[in-house]
């Protein structure tokens, strides 16, 4: 059996007031900046796009061309020295810029969410997975332990794991890269955030896990209106998944439209080189075979 999960009528923390009318965007960032103000040197210049509730948008290209440093800007989680140095990012209709550290933290988490490579890493590799999530339900939510419980056996089975009760009293070291990834996304849409941001998310797992856990994403989204910044140097990945697609160089955006054309029809000569490198993985299965020859 498959538990789905769908958004309850309450509304997170970092909503809107019910007076005000919904923002139309899910996440909008705007000519958004990030460097090291006692420099002023940027190294991410410029970046803007608008995500809609539901929707999906990807952001590829090389290592080090600013990708983590953006969704790091945008969940409000920059390494020092970094800084959003100018533009503004705006989650749900309220201006990141006007946080404090206390509505951060409680924005995040709540109402955007994100997971990383290597899962491990942001596990506590002596307390069971299970009641780690729970952990996040009793603080996030205040459900009491026996709440919290149910909730993230529902949760991990909504992850596709199989046997929720035995993997909820398993350790980190005991599950697989992929398992523990889907506890990592179990925990993460735990407090049914509006955007989740998946920055390399399936990169260290295999070509069949890494598969499923796009798939799972696609099926979050499709089942909670779960908004989703994918981040990935694999093209394949952002086919497969996204309507649209920044695609960034040295920090910056040089193209970026709907998934189909700047994938068919690529108008930046990076681009045309990133698509050429993807054709040997079978690009063409995630584009359909009638959207004309790959450049
Ligand atoms: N904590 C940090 N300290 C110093 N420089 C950093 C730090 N994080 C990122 N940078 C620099 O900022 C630039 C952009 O890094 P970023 O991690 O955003 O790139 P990326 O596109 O996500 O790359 P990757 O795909 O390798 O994760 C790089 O030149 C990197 O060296």
Redesign the pocket.
Same mark, same amino acid.
Request: charged fraction near 15%; avoid cysteine.
């Given at each position: 059996m498959t538990t789905t999960l769908t958004r309850p009528a309450t509304t997170s923390a970092g909503s809107p007031a019910p007076d005000q009318p919904a923002p139309t965007h899910a996440l909008s960032v705007r000519d958004l900046h990030v460097g090291d103000p006692s420099t002023g040197h940027d190294?991410v210049r410029g970046v803007s796009f608008d995500l809609p509730r539901g929707g999906v948008v990807g952001v590829v290209? &090389?290592? +080090?061309?600013?990708? #983590?440093? #953006?969704c790091r800007a945008v969940l409000g989680i920059l390494?020092e020295p970094?800084a959003v140095t100018g533009g503004s990012v705006e989650v749900v209709g309220r201006d990141t810029a006007t946080l404090t550290p206390r509505e951060w933290t409680g924005l995040r988490g709540s109402t955007i969410a994100a997971v990383f490579q290597d899962p491990a890493s942001y596990l506590n590799p002596s307390i069971p997975v299970g009641r780690q999530v729970a952990e996040v339900l009793r603080v996030k939510l205040g459900l009491r332990r026996r709440a919290a419980r149910e909730r993230s056996l529902e949760l991990l089975a909504a992850v596709q794991l199989r046997d929720p009760a035995r993997v909820w009293a398993q350790y980190p070291f005991e599950l697989s890269g992929g398992m523990l990834q889907r506890v990592l996304i179990a925990a993460a849409v735990a407090v049914e955030p509006q955007v989740l941001i998946a920055d &390399?998310a399936t990169t260290a797992l295999d070509v069949t896990v890494q598969a499923e856990i796009l798939d799972l994403l696609a099926e979050l989204r499709a089942s909670t209106g779960l908004a989703l910044v994918v981040?990935s140097?694999d093209l394949a990945v952002v086919a497969q998944l996204c309507t649209e697609v920044l695609v960034?160089r040295d +920090?910056e955006v040089v193209e970026q439209g709907p998934v189909s054309r700047v994938l068919h029809d690529p108008q930046h000569d990076y681009t045309r080189l990133l698509v050429r490198e993807h054709e040997q993985y079978g690009l063409e299965r995630f584009l359909g075979t009638d959207g004309g020859e790959l450049r």
């Open positions: 190294i290209g &090389e290592s +080090g061309s600013g990708k #983590t440093l #953006t390494p970094f &390399e981040v140097h960034m +920090g």
